[in-house]
């Protein structure tokens, strides 16, 4: 089954500058890179209750959705609804618990694993039949510590594997914005070869 090219890229933060360093925004500072990559201005539009641009080249809108992780899904279907599209020419980046720092995951629909945008984002769309590119942050070892650790920033060492990380995907963008899933999901999924 081929799927469409995408036309909403959604990356999955908190808004606010006590936010912008942590684990839960890695989904903001990949579509940050995108949009620089390929030159859209991100503006806020309270229509769709987030910071949001189109690439005009790319067919494609960017979005980070401004109203806190567990509303994610009100901002996705506002513009969604409105520019008529479906939800699987969705792309929905974020931080993933279940990934070590460093890795990436590229899937079409499956399960939420307790992510509270997803779960709202599903929700709002009655769907769960998008993309997802899961960033790996890794996990605390402790579920009670989860929140406490997804809202502080990475550690250096993590940082630079995620911030690699964030740099493979957007050199998998072609494939992805052409449709091309299937490579695009092989090139993403490959672990990285270990530094000697």
């Known amino acids: ?28 500072w990949f579509c940050e890179c995108l949009a620089q990559e390929l030159g859209v201005s991100l503006h806020p539009e309270s229509r769709f209750h987030g910071l949001a641009g189109r690439s005009r080249e790319a067919d494609v809108w960017i979005l980070l959705p401004q109203t806190f992780m567990n509303r994610s899904g009100q901002s996705v279907l506002a513009l969604a609804h409105f520019y008529r599209i479906l939800p699987n020419e969705i792309l929905v980046v974020h931080d ?9 995951r590229l899937k079409f629909g499956g399960g939420l694993g307790g992510h509270n945008g997803l779960k709202d984002i599903s929700a709002r769309l009655s769907s769960h039949d998008y993309w997802r590119l899961r960033i790996g942050i890794g996990h605390p070892g402790d579920r009670n510590e989860v929140v406490n650790y997804v809202l502080k920033p990475p550690r250096r060492e993590e940082q630079t594997e995620i911030d690699d990380s964030i740099n493979r995907a957007l050199l998998a963008w072609p494939k992805i914005a052409r449709g091309d899933w299937a490579a695009a999901t092989q090139q993403l999924n490959t672990r990285p070869q270990a530094q000697k």
Do not use: C, S, W
């Open 1 to 28: 089954m081929t799927q469409p090219a995408p036309k909403l890229i959604v990356g999955l933060g908190n808004p606010g500058a006590e936010y912008t360093k942590t684990r839960h925004n890695a989904g903001f």
């Open 96 to 104: 993933e618990l279940d990934i070590p720092p460093g890795q990436l």
